[in-house]
């Protein structure tokens, strides 16, 4: 297998971009997500922003914070709060090896995306490092040359 397959009934809601630019994102975990009726709806909307959002470990249990998820159009006065604390669900393992990981320090969890599989959302989590300025500069300069060899490799192929 050279590529690496989606899975067809994946379907993506949320991305976090700005997440690989500030962060190094070491590895990568699948959560369920417990959410009430009126945010299941706008999050299958698409109506999620995952960029201020962060992970944490409390408990024995790990929440999602600051995620918002725009209330529903049609929701009521039931309708849920934007940016309430939201359980992730997870295996015991996994949570005791998430909190061994970010109590060591310079670690922390952040969620990367948001999406549906066989009909339920899931988050995906990164075990990430933050970057620091010099990180982020040479990305960028790697970005830009990544795509002038592209242009230049593009505009040969028309010759």
Known sequence: MA???????????????AASHEYHLLERIEAGIALTGTEVKSAR???V?????YAR?????VFLLNAHISPY???????HDPVRPRK?????????????ET???????????????????????ALARGKKLFDKREASRRREMDE??????????LR
């Open 88 to 100: 992730l669900l997870l295996h015991a393992r996994e949570i005791r090896k998430l909190e061994k």
């Open 3 to 17: 590529a690496k397959e989606k899975d067809p009934a994946s379907k993506t809601l949320a991305t976090n971009r």
């Open 103 to 125: 109590t060591r320090g310079g670690t922390t969890l952040v969620p990367t995306r948001l999406y549906l599989k066989n009909g339920r959302i899931k988050i995906e989590l």
């Open 45 to 47: 909307a698409g109506k």
């Open 73 to 79: 159009a049609q929701g009521n006065r039931e309708n």
């Open 57 to 61: 470990v409390k408990a024995g249990e």
């Open 49 to 53: 922003n995952l960029k201020d959002a």
């Open 148 to 157: 002038e060899i592209a242009r230049a490799k593009g505009s040969r192929s």
